[in-house]
């Protein structure tokens, strides 16, 4: 059975920074940011949206009510969950209207997490071949203002729907994944910031990706030239750029410049939203898809996930027949022209505008998020939110 991405979308915050902006405040030469680190700009997330919204909104936007009503599974993957017992699921349950015989459940391992969703939904089709699953990776990047890992903020969701017979990409089933218990990053839980060893991070991530794309070329029998494009994990793009020249040490000019031209073209949707963590994969996968013309049908990607940690798993996916049709690219471009840029002194102000710990009522003004679903406050410790649409 042929079981992949039947749709797939992305939602990112109505407000951003520019790089050069957040450089020029910081000290730092824009080009570091520019390019040594490769990000344009930076989503910013106001508190009137968090890990559940996000992800609700991605979904509300690719969804008809054929799927509403078919959906049988919420996996939804996250490291910025809202609640230790509850799973952030069973609120986009509700906010979606989703058919009521569903589970719903959440799943964490750093930024990994959103591949393990893809694999639990691949089982779970397998044995009910009518069932549809709505993958979500949903998360918001914070490391703290005036931090090394400032940069590398951002905020968003990406939304798939797994299906048999998908209409974008079949998923294959030849996969390698790999576990190393390493301190490169971590958020405990009494942090609403992460804690990371930056470099550390990269050398991990560069050396799992290494480990994995040799086993995985050497499971299945297979060279570079098997791979029409290979996709990243991106916490910010030159991260996915050095391990792609990692691999090209050895390859021909023509080789290098194949995937080095490939790739330029794909990060742009992951340089000018920035971190989302979970779904940074999958909005490198979508970036690619919509934004590079000469892609066909049939053509084989190799999808790197990684989560620190760590865990990783490199496997592949077949784009299908007529797969443009079946994007939202519109869609997304009208969202991200409709952005507001902000200044750094804004995004600041947004960015300390915390929720106090343990609060149990608060209301929020909802009427200046543009977004269809909305975080409205909190009542008697419970979460108040609010589908605009509904
Ligand atoms: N023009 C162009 N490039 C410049 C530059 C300039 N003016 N100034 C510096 N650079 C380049 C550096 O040469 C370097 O390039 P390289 O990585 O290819 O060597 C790059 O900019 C970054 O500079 P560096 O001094 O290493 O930055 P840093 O000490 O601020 O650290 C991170 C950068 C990414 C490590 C830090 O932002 C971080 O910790 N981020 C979080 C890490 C993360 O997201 N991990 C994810 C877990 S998967």
Known sequence: MKIGINKIG???????????????ARGVEPGKFKIGIGQDKMAVVPKTQDAVTLAANAALSILDQEDIDAIDYVIFA?????????????????????????????????????????????????????SKVLVLSSDISRYGLNTGGEITQGAGAVAMLITRDPKVMVIEDQSVYKTEDVMDFWRPLYSEEAFVHGKLSVIQYIKLFQDLFTAYKEKNQVTLAAFDGLLFH???????????????????????????????????????????????????????????????????LGLFS????????????????????????EQHQQMLQAREKISVEQYEKVFMDTIPNGIGNIEFDISNDPAPICFAGIKDHMRQYINKEQ
Not at 260 to 287: H, P
Not at 307 to 314: A, I, K
């Open 10 to 24: 992305f939602y990112t915050p109505h407000m951003y920074i520019d790089t050069e902006d957040l450089a020029i």
């Open 78 to 130: 996250t490291e910025s969950g809202i609640d230790h017992s509850k799973a952030a699921g069973v609120y986009v349950h509700q906010l979606l209207g989703l058919n009521e015989y569903c589970r719903s459940i959440e799943v964490k391992q750093a930024c990994y997490s959103g591949t393990a969703a893809i694999q639990i939904a691949k089982g779970h089709i397998a044995l009910n071949p009518d």
């Open 234 to 300: 991106m916490p910010y793009t030159k991260m996915g750029l050095k391990a792609l020249k990692s691999i090209l040490e050895n390859e021909s000019e023509q080789e290098q410049e194949r995937l080095i031209k490939q790739f330029n073209i794909g990060k742009y949707y992951n340089e000018i939203v920035g971190n989302i963590y979970t779904g940074s994969l999958y909005l490198n996968l979508i970036s690619l898809l919509e934004q590079d013309t000469e892609l066909k049908a049939g053509a084989r």
């Open 306 to 329: 990684y989560g620190s940690g760590s865990v990783g798993e490199f496997f592949t996916g077949i784009l299908q027949k007529n797969y443009r049709d079946h994007l939202f690219t």
